[in-house]
């Protein structure tokens, strides 16, 4: 059997892993902002702004969660390699997860953090073909001045999920990718279909 191949990562590992998580924090602070994370290329199936996330926030003590679409092992192989994060098989055991849009049907299964450790909760990377041609979807909260709107290609049963899961200040964060785009949709921000 033949062993999983390695790709490479970051050109310049200090400088793409900053830039990626100043790009990763523009996102989370202002939501519904689409940001480019072109410093990786693709890993298999994984995206290169998914892979750029994995390599800026991923590490020894992270525990990782792979949805069975993205659960291969050559993309276990990198991240062991790369990053050196453990990959868990429950969800929630995971601090940080990585999903493909089909999988939605997981989001219960996280932890949410609690009143007091919010902080505990997981945060969902949700791999889409693009990051528009959904539903209209209607964003309200912090970092956004009145109101802004998203179209990401998520079924009804994502929007009902996270609906469910968040109870500020618990919830679950999400940051969106495709191709070398990157959204993000943290629990604090309200979303209602247009």
């Known amino acids: ?27 989370m602070s202002e939501p519904g902002i689409v940001t480019q ?10 995206h290169p ?3 750029c996330l994995a390599l800026t926030l991923f590490d ?6 792979l949805s069975p679409a993205m659960d291969t092992p050559a993309i276990r192989a990198n991240l062991a390699f790369h990053c050196a994060c453990p ?4 969800p929630q055991q995971a601090d940080l997860a990585i999903i493909a849009a089909g999988d939605v049907d997981c989001l219960n299964q996280f932890r949410t953090g609690t009143d ?3 902080e505990l909760s997981c945060t969902v990377i949700i791999q889409l073909d693009s990051l528009q041609g959904g539903r ?5 909260g912090p970092g956004i001045e009145s109101e802004r709107e998203i179209a990401p290609p998520l079924n009804d049963a994502f929007w009902a999920a996270r609906e469910q899961v968040n109870e ?14 990157l959204m993000a949709l943290p629990r604090s921000t309200a979303a209602r279909m247009k």
């Not at 059997?1 to 523009?26: I, W």
């Not at 209209?136 to 309200?140: D, E, G």
């Not at 500020?168 to 785009?181: E, H, I, V, W």
Request: hydrophobic share 50%; charged share 25%; net charge negative.
């Open 136 to 140: 209209s979807i209607v964003l309200k």
């Open 49 to 51: 702004a998914t892979f």
């Open 168 to 181: 500020f200040p618990c919830g679950l964060d999400f940051f969106m990718t495709s191709k070398r785009q």
């Open 1 to 27: 059997m033949n062993a999983p191949v390695l790709v490479p990562a970051f050109e310049d590992p200090v400088l793409n892993a900053q830039t990626s998580f100043r790009a990763a924090l523009k996102a």
């Open 87 to 90: 990959v868990v098989d429950e």
């Open 37 to 46: 994370l072109d410093f990786a290329d693709a890993l298999e199936q994984m």
């Open 116 to 118: 007091r450790d919010p």
């Open 60 to 65: 020894d003590e992270t525990k990782v969660w």
